[in-house]
């Protein structure tokens, strides 16, 4: 890892440099940076993925559950969308401070006193909230013919949902739920707040000892590669995924 870090630092300098941009301050936060884009990478890649775990059966309850489950199921979008994400993160960051006796108790301190794993779990939390929106809606766009169709083969009602349903309600959802991620790389910056070193932790890191607005530029065009570069892998998934959809035009 320290080797390639260093390979994809000394490709980045280089790239800065023939940007003309300020060689000293490559030199001294070049790799920092590179580090940084790693912490927001897989600060974004666990929580989107667990996310999508969590929308999964919050989803289904919406479209599925009784009276009592859907609305709860709703009662967690509704307070995670309708929030901010800041405040999201300082009530679990700060407000586990607040509980640091009963979760040690529990076995659960250890967790919660690092900021990575409370970023984590703030934007699981959060994610999930708007992907089982997504999902929702791919199920509830499907035709009812589909399920009577799985029924008439035989299929029991989660053998339903695995083979026909969720397949077809993530590819109606695929490019929302890519956007959703492309919100979330971005989202991401809010981590720096509470002294997670990602990508946006290590600008203002470097900003407090240059005071080179630069570095708040090589901030911006990174994430832009970052978004432009899960734009692009999307637009390939999408059209493998959805090619069905081409060739019945």
Request: proline share 2%.
């Amino acid at each position: 890892m320290d080797t390639l870090l260093s390979t994809l630092g000394a490709g980045f300098l280089a790239l800065m440099g023939l940007l003309g941009l300020n060689a000293d301050l490559m030199a001294r936060y070049g790799e920092r940076f590179l580090g940084g884009i790693w912490v927001t990478l897989e600060l974004v890649g666990v929580s989107v993925f667990f996310g999508f775990l969590l929308a999964l059966p919050l989803a289904i309850a919406r479209v599925e559950g009784g009276k009592f489950t859907s609305r709860l199921a709703f009662a967690y979008s509704y307070f995670f969308r309708g929030t901010p994400l800041l405040a999201q993160t300082f009530l679990v960051y700060y407000g586990a401070g607040q509980f640091r006796e009963q979760l040690t108790d529990i076995g659960l301190w250890w967790f919660f006193r690092d900021a990575f794993n409370c970023a984590v779990l703030t934007f699981t939390l959060n994610t999930a909230a708007y992907q089982s929106e997504i999902l929702r809606g791919g199920i509830q766009s499907l035709p009812v013919g589909q399920t009577e169709g799985a029924k008439a083969l035989g299929l029991n009602g989660f053998q339903t949902y695995i083979k026909v349903i969720l397949p077809q309600a993530f590819a109606v959802g695929l490019r929302p739920l890519g956007n959703e991620l492309v919100l979330m790389v971005k989202a991401s910056s809010i981590a720096s707040v509470i002294t997670v070193y990602d990508l946006m932790g290590v600008t203002r890191l470097a900003f407090s000892r240059s005071y080179d607005m630069e570095v708040y530029l090589w901030a911006a065009v990174l994430y832009l590669l970052m978004v432009e570069t899960i734009r692009r892998v999307w637009d390939v998934l999408e059209r493998r995924l959805n090619r069905h959809l081409l060739l019945s035009r």
